[in-house]
């Protein structure tokens, strides 16, 4: 044979050669397996006229034992027999499957988002499936969930943000099966370490990155107002913010601006669990093209906009339809906001 060992469900090559080549109507030699259960063989093979040898194909079939004990694993005995001759006898071991690798992907994601993970046997399932025990472990010096009291008797539970189910199982026949690995949101990057196990021998590591989120962007809305408008600012992150929430500090500023500078206040805090907050800008009568820069933890966006002087409403323009000659005519106007005291201002280091 080819090997003397396979995992179950593999194939092995046995080969039965002759002390001499074979007549003209070629040798019929007798296979025989002791388990052919775990290892069928065909019940023979034909030495063709002329040659010395032929071969022929073993199937075994994937097999179980208790991963928890030290056991050996099945066998069975290979017989091959020509006519009368001494039947000749090798012995193939059949391996149960064992885990060969645990897999994450991807390796790295943003807090209270989901990764897969995947593990994968040396070879095929048996009947029962295999069942692959998980866990997840935190950093070096914290613990998977911790319990604080509180005033008034509240006690309250923190958990882990990593959390993977207690088993997974490879469906029979298959080499491998993923399972999902839920996170939630982390103020700093933590690596937490995944294990597989099977039975008391066998574990599989890696590791899986949580990542803080990040500034994404600003938007505001409008976008170009005049002088005196409200305007809404939203500043999104890259994922939920952890349970205490995130604050950035929030600052405008501009090289130009005729008018009163539009104001902000110093922070807008992103409540834990949500990916967005937003705060006011209040705009003066004025003009220019101020800049709101937010910024925490070493990031910062910003974002430039156009406040715009009022123009006149061409549909207030009102005046008599008709006078005499000589009148004095009063007409009535209005500006789509408030009017500029111009007091233009520049404002030496400020701006982006």
């Known amino acids: 044979m080819n090997q003397t060992s396979v995992v179950g469900g593999g194939t092995v090559v046995g080969t039965v050669t002759l002390s001499a080549a074979a007549g003209s109507a070629g040798v019929t030699v007798k296979i025989v397996s002791s388990a052919p259960s775990i290892a069928a063989v065909p019940a023979s093979v034909v030495v063709q006229p002329g040659a010395a040898s032929a071969t022929f194909i073993i199937q075994t079939a994937p097999v179980t034992v208790n991963p928890n004990v030290v056991a050996d694993a099945p066998s069975a005995d290979i017989s091959v027999q020509a006519g009368l001759s001494a039947a000749r006898v090798v012995k193939l071991t059949v391996l149960p499957p064992t885990l060969s690798s645990l897999t994450i992907n991807p390796a790295a994601v943003p807090g209270g988002t989901a990764a897969t993970g995947q593990v994968t046997i040396s070879g095929s ?12 472990k935190p950093p ?27 088993q997974v199982t490879i469906p029979p026949g298959s080499t491998s099966a993923t399972f999902t690995i839920n996170t939630k949101p ?60 995130l604050q950035y500090n ?25 990916t967005s907050a937003t705060f006011p800008i209040t705009t003066y009568p004025g003009f220019g093209n ?63």
């Open 140 to 166: 070096a010096g914290t613990t998977s969930a911790s319990i604080q009291r509180q005033p008034m008797a509240d006690i309250r539970v923190s958990l882990s943000p990593v959390s993977v189910p207690p």
């Open 250 to 274: 929030v600052q405008l500023s501009a090289s130009f601006f005729c008018g009163t500078l539009p104001t902000v206040p110093p922070t807008v805090q992103i409540p834990g669990g949500t």
């Open 290 to 352: 101020p800049r709101v820069t937010v910024s925490g933890g070493g990031q910062y966006k910003s974002i430039e906009f156009g406040v715009r002087e009022p123009v006149i409403d061409q549909n207030s323009l009102q005046f008599p339809s008709s006078v005499k000659g000589g009148t004095t005519v009063q007409a009535k106007l209005h500006l789509n906001g408030a009017a500029v005291t111009l007091n233009c201002v520049n404002y030496p280091g400020e701006g982006p």
């Open 186 to 245: 982390v103020a700093a990057a933590t690596t937490y370490q995944i294990d597989a196990t099977h039975g008391v021998f066998v574990t599989k590591s890696a590791a899986l990155t949580l990542q803080p989120p990040t500034l994404n962007a600003i938007t505001l809305s409008p976008t170009s107002p005049i002088g005196g408008t409200a305007v809404t600012a939203t500043v999104t992150i890259t994922a939920p913010a952890p349970q205490e929430g």
């Open 125 to 136: 399932a048996p009947p029962a499936g295999v069942m692959i025990g998980l866990s997840a």
